[in-house]
């Protein structure tokens, strides 16, 4: 069985340019996340979606952070426009329903140059 | 959800059991206590949960005491390849975790 999809693995860019993340969580996988992990801490929730709606974005900086989920699938994450500050890794991850582990990607490891 | 205390690192050989206790004092009564696994270039991955006295699986076994303010993740026998990130949350039916700084831990051989 799949696991979580991310893409791109690694991402550079110059600061002010726009970015977008993408994933395809596990099929069946009604919640999925977003998480930013900045190097030697642990991952942050920046929004979680169940099925199309955002449940949780309170995290989401929302002046320059805008992820969607049409028709509950797979998700764009994007920055626009990106400071230096953005560079970390993105994780998303997914599960089923209840108490159900959450599944993670391998993550998008973005520099900003 | 709880906020978790758990050490910043710990250092083991192959072959030895390890404990990594965490501290989760004000966790909440529905709350469950979850151990995730991070190896480096990779994401966490779910290694055991529990709500109180003893939960073991194939790859690890969790003791919590019967008043939840701390428990602790036994690893039997550690090798090379269990040197990862272990990170001790609180976690309820709200899907929400919150990771703390966690445990880096090395085996050595």
């Known amino acids: 069985e799949a696991g979580v999809v991310q893409s791109p693995r690694y991402k550079i860019i110059e600061k002010k340019q726009p970015v977008a993340f993408w994933c395809n969580p596990i099929s069946g996988h009604n919640t999925l996340y977003w998480y930013l992990q900045n190097l030697g801490q642990g991952p942050e929730l920046l929004i979680r979606?169940?099925?199309?709606?955002?449940?949780?974005d309170s995290q989401l900086p929302k002046d320059r952070f805008s992820a969607e989920r049409l028709k509950g699938v797979d998700s764009t994450l994007k920055i626009q426009p990106a400071e230096l500050g953005d560079s970390a890794v993105y994780l998303c991850a997914s599960s089923g329903d209840g108490y159900n582990e959450q599944f993670f990607g391998p993550g998008t490891r973005l520099t900003v140059l | 959800l709880a906020k978790t205390t758990q050490p910043i690192s710990m250092d083991s050989y192959e072959g030895q059991e390890v404990n990594i206790t965490c501290s989760h004092n004000?966790?909440?009564?529905?709350?469950?206590i979850t151990w995730y696994q991070q190896f480096p270039s990779q994401g966490p991955r779910f290694i055991i949960q529990?709500?109180?006295t003893k939960v073991t699986n194939e790859v690890a076994s969790l003791f919590i005491p019967a008043d939840r303010k701390s428990s602790t993740l036994s690893l039997p026998r550690v090798s090379l390849s269990d040197t990862a990130v272990y990170y001790c949350?609180?976690?309820?039916?709200?899907?929400?975790?919150?990771f703390g700084q966690g445990t880096e831990l090395s085996v050595k051989p």
């Open positions: 529990g709500y109180k």
């Open positions: 979606y169940e099925n199309e709606e955002a449940v949780d």
């Open positions: 004000n966790i909440a009564t529905n709350d469950y």
């Open positions: 949350l609180g976690y309820n039916q709200g899907g929400k975790l919150i």
